[in-house]
């Protein structure tokens, strides 16, 4: 009979705290003239576009998708869904804070402000947790490199980029383009998402300076005069990183299997 109490008192403790963990989600389902609104809230709101639609044939199954990562995740995040019908007929943009071209689409916003998107249809959950996942981290490093250039002094107007800056540059936009091949593979290797998701680790710790540097770059000198160096370098680095920018457009099994050898140093 104790041991039988004590085994209820740990059940109640369990379905209590995950009670809690789960929770941290919040959860609504917003009017189009509302949207502006929803996302203005302090804290991470990720967006979902999408119409009930029957003709909308890339929607379907997105509903579902956004239902199971709302029961499943446990950090805190604010989840929005707006869908409206005929699917082609968009509500005026006026009352969306992103222009918006179609649906479904996935948008993040922090504080109000726009931080990632992915255009089209989730395969499914896993694939949008990775997403979501990578989108906040790559919030909280871009945060990171603000803060480090608050301590620099200004750069001057005109700076020029030397060969440590150009290859950070470099270094950082290999880095979000893999990873958003990475999130194109998961639509076909959902088991993957753990690999994908240590190499990206690794790939940031041992690349941290460089990643932190390029990105404190390019806050810094997008809008100077130093703007048409960074984008002298695009070119070259198309061509280099053309393998997973294909993939990103159109993941294959060939591209996704061989993405992790090829394409990271």
């Not at 990578?134 to 001057?156: G, M, R, S």
Request: proline content about 6%.
């Amino acid at each position: 009979m104790q041991l039988t109490k004590k085994l209820f008192c740990f059940l109640f403790l369990y379905l209590s705290v995950s009670s809690a963990a789960l929770a941290q989600v919040d959860v609504a389902y917003v009017k189009p003239a509302k949207t502006r609104a929803a996302v203005t809230e302090l804290g991470y709101t990720l967006l979902l576009l999408n119409s009930h639609d029957p003709g909308c044939g890339y929607c379907k199954g997105q509903e579902q998708i956004f239902t199971e990562l709302a029961s499943s995740y446990t950090k805190p995040l604010r989840m929005r869904q707006v869908s409206w019908s005929p699917w082609h007929q968009l509500p005026e943009q006026k009352h969306f804070p992103k222009k918006i071209s179609g649906v479904p689409m996935w948008q993040l916003f922090h504080d109000g402000q726009f931080v990632a998107e992915f255009k089209g249809r989730m395969a499914h959950s896993l694939q949008l947790r990775f997403f979501l996942e990578q989108a906040i981290l790559d919030h909280k490093f871009w945060q990171k490199a603000a803060q480090q250039q608050k301590k620099l002094p200004a750069f001057p107007d005109d700076y020029q980029l030397n060969d440590f800056d150009r290859a950070a540059v470099n270094q950082m936009w290999r880095r979000n383009t893999v990873k958003n091949a990475f999130v194109a593979c998961t639509r076909l290797y959902p088991e993957d998402v753990s690999k994908y998701r240590q190499v990206i680790t690794n790939y940031d710790r041992q690349h941290a300076k460089k990643l932190l540097h390029g990105r404190v770059i390019l806050q810094a000198l997008s809008n100077s005069n130093a703007k048409p160096q960074i984008e002298a370098l695009v070119p070259a680095f198309s061509k280099e990183m053309e393998q997973p920018q294909n993939i990103i457009k159109n993941p294959t099994p060939e591209g996704c299997s061989n993405i992790i050898d090829k394409v990271i140093p």
